[in-house]
Nanobody, 123 residues
Protein backbone atom coordinates (compact mmCIF):
# COMPACT_ATOMS: atom_id res chain seq x y z
CA UNK A 1 0.00 0.00 0.00
CA UNK A 2 1.37 3.40 -1.02
CA UNK A 3 1.59 5.87 1.83
CA UNK A 4 2.78 9.47 1.86
CA UNK A 5 2.69 10.74 5.42
CA UNK A 6 3.15 14.50 5.63
CA UNK A 7 3.90 16.33 8.85
CA UNK A 8 5.30 19.60 10.14
CA UNK A 9 2.46 21.99 9.42
CA UNK A 10 1.35 24.52 11.98
CA UNK A 11 0.79 28.12 12.83
CA UNK A 12 3.52 30.69 12.26
CA UNK A 13 3.81 34.45 12.04
CA UNK A 14 4.74 36.18 8.81
CA UNK A 15 8.47 36.03 8.22
CA UNK A 16 8.80 32.77 10.13
CA UNK A 17 9.91 29.33 9.04
CA UNK A 18 8.57 25.80 8.99
CA UNK A 19 9.87 22.50 7.68
CA UNK A 20 7.48 19.96 6.23
CA UNK A 21 8.39 16.28 6.03
CA UNK A 22 6.87 13.49 4.02
CA UNK A 23 7.66 9.85 4.78
CA UNK A 24 7.00 7.58 1.81
CA UNK A 25 6.40 3.83 1.70
CA UNK A 26 4.87 1.20 -0.53
CA UNK A 27 6.80 2.05 -3.71
CA UNK A 28 10.39 2.40 -4.88
CA UNK A 29 11.19 5.89 -3.65
CA UNK A 30 14.34 6.29 -5.75
CA UNK A 31 12.39 5.78 -8.98
CA UNK A 32 10.12 8.80 -8.54
CA UNK A 33 10.42 12.55 -8.49
CA UNK A 34 8.87 13.81 -5.27
CA UNK A 35 7.15 17.09 -4.68
CA UNK A 36 4.76 19.35 -2.87
CA UNK A 37 1.47 20.94 -3.84
CA UNK A 38 -0.68 23.31 -1.88
CA UNK A 39 -4.29 24.41 -1.84
CA UNK A 40 -5.24 27.72 -0.29
CA UNK A 41 -8.79 28.32 0.99
CA UNK A 42 -11.15 28.80 -1.93
CA UNK A 43 -8.44 28.21 -4.55
CA UNK A 44 -7.25 25.39 -6.73
CA UNK A 45 -4.20 23.23 -6.12
CA UNK A 46 -0.83 24.74 -6.99
CA UNK A 47 2.38 22.84 -7.67
CA UNK A 48 5.04 24.22 -5.32
CA UNK A 49 8.24 22.21 -5.75
CA UNK A 50 9.53 19.03 -7.34
CA UNK A 51 12.82 17.16 -6.89
CA UNK A 52 14.26 14.32 -8.94
CA UNK A 53 15.54 11.41 -6.89
CA UNK A 54 17.71 10.41 -9.85
CA UNK A 55 19.81 13.54 -10.30
CA UNK A 56 18.70 15.87 -7.49
CA UNK A 57 17.45 18.56 -9.86
CA UNK A 58 14.69 20.75 -8.49
CA UNK A 59 12.03 23.11 -9.74
CA UNK A 60 10.12 25.64 -7.70
CA UNK A 61 7.06 27.70 -8.47
CA UNK A 62 7.82 31.38 -9.01
CA UNK A 63 5.72 32.22 -5.97
CA UNK A 64 8.14 30.43 -3.63
CA UNK A 65 11.51 30.77 -5.35
CA UNK A 66 14.19 31.98 -3.00
CA UNK A 67 12.06 31.21 0.06
CA UNK A 68 11.28 27.47 -0.12
CA UNK A 69 13.80 24.65 -0.55
CA UNK A 70 12.89 21.08 -1.38
CA UNK A 71 15.22 18.22 -0.50
CA UNK A 72 15.10 14.45 -0.42
CA UNK A 73 16.76 11.80 1.73
CA UNK A 74 16.67 8.55 -0.25
CA UNK A 75 18.08 6.61 2.70
CA UNK A 76 15.03 7.60 4.76
CA UNK A 77 12.50 7.66 1.91
CA UNK A 78 11.61 11.16 3.03
CA UNK A 79 11.16 14.45 1.21
CA UNK A 80 11.30 17.82 2.93
CA UNK A 81 10.12 21.33 2.24
CA UNK A 82 12.00 24.02 4.14
CA UNK A 83 9.89 27.17 4.11
CA UNK A 84 11.25 30.52 5.19
CA UNK A 85 10.12 34.09 4.81
CA UNK A 86 6.57 32.85 5.10
CA UNK A 87 3.77 35.15 3.99
CA UNK A 88 0.05 35.09 4.77
CA UNK A 89 -0.58 34.04 1.15
CA UNK A 90 1.38 30.85 1.84
CA UNK A 91 -1.49 29.72 4.09
CA UNK A 92 -2.73 26.47 2.60
CA UNK A 93 -3.00 22.73 2.99
CA UNK A 94 0.27 21.28 1.71
CA UNK A 95 0.27 17.89 -0.01
CA UNK A 96 3.16 15.53 -0.66
CA UNK A 97 3.17 13.87 -4.10
CA UNK A 98 5.14 11.21 -5.92
CA UNK A 99 5.85 11.28 -9.66
CA UNK A 100 5.84 15.01 -10.16
CA UNK A 101 7.25 16.77 -13.18
CA UNK A 102 7.42 20.13 -14.85
CA UNK A 103 5.22 21.10 -17.79
CA UNK A 104 5.34 24.59 -19.29
CA UNK A 105 7.19 25.78 -16.20
CA UNK A 106 4.62 24.45 -13.78
CA UNK A 107 4.94 21.57 -11.33
CA UNK A 108 2.49 18.78 -12.16
CA UNK A 109 1.83 15.44 -10.50
CA UNK A 110 0.33 12.27 -11.85
CA UNK A 111 0.58 9.32 -9.54
CA UNK A 112 0.46 9.31 -5.74
CA UNK A 113 -0.91 11.93 -3.36
CA UNK A 114 -0.65 12.03 0.41
CA UNK A 115 -2.92 13.58 2.97
CA UNK A 116 -2.37 17.26 3.57
CA UNK A 117 -0.81 19.20 6.38
CA UNK A 118 -2.13 22.66 7.19
CA UNK A 119 0.16 25.67 7.26
CA UNK A 120 -1.28 28.90 8.62
CA UNK A 121 0.68 32.15 8.39
CA UNK A 122 -0.60 35.14 10.34
CA UNK A 123 0.11 38.72 9.38
Amino acid sequence: EVQLQASGGGFVQAGGSLRLSCAASGFTFDDYAMGWFRQAPGKGREGVSCISNKDGSTHDADSVKGRFTISSDTAKNTVYLQMSGLKPEDTAVYYCVADCGVVAGKVVASKYWGQGTLVTVSS
